[in-house]
């Protein structure tokens, strides 16, 4: 019974580990280099065909009602290399002015969503 418990406590310290690390992996990729005016204001979904993640990225984005502009690798190399997109699901934000003031890889998470709202 007593390992039992140990395995039990050892899975719900590992989970909610895991879940508290969530929001510093987001931000683990660098910043883009995206020239201004290149793309519109607002949020920029980079993509690929073949993405696991790609379909849940966008469904978080519609359940959100966050419109965005879609990226896709088989359909823009050129662009996603020149501004130096190295994993996707990639969630970036751009403002008026062309800056971005949002970037975050992964699925979009309820906390990174409200930052791309803002």
Same mark, same amino acid.
């Given at each position: 019974?007593?390992?039992?418990? %140990? ?7 590992? /989970? ?44 978080? /984005? ?22 130096? %997109?190295?994993? %996707?699901? /990639? ?11 949002? /970037? ?11 930052? %791309?709202?803002?």
């Amino acid at each position: 019974m007593l390992r039992v418990v %140990v395995v039990v406590a050892v899975v719900i310290v590992a /989970l909610v580990l895991s879940r508290l690390s969530r929001p510093w992996q987001d931000s683990a990729h660098p910043p883009l280099t995206i020239p201004p005016g290149e793309l519109p204001a607002g949020a920029v979904l980079f993509t690929s065909t073949d993405c696991d993640q790609c379909g849940a990225a966008r469904a978080a /984005l519609k359940k959100a009602g966050i419109t965005y502009r879609e990226v896709t690798w088989e359909l823009e190399p050129g662009r996603m290399e020149e501004y130096g %997109v190295q994993a %996707v699901p /990639l969630l970036a934000h751009i403002d008026e002015v062309g800056a971005q003031t949002y /970037l975050a890889a992964g699925v979009p998470t309820r906390r990174s969503l409200r930052e %791309v709202r803002r």
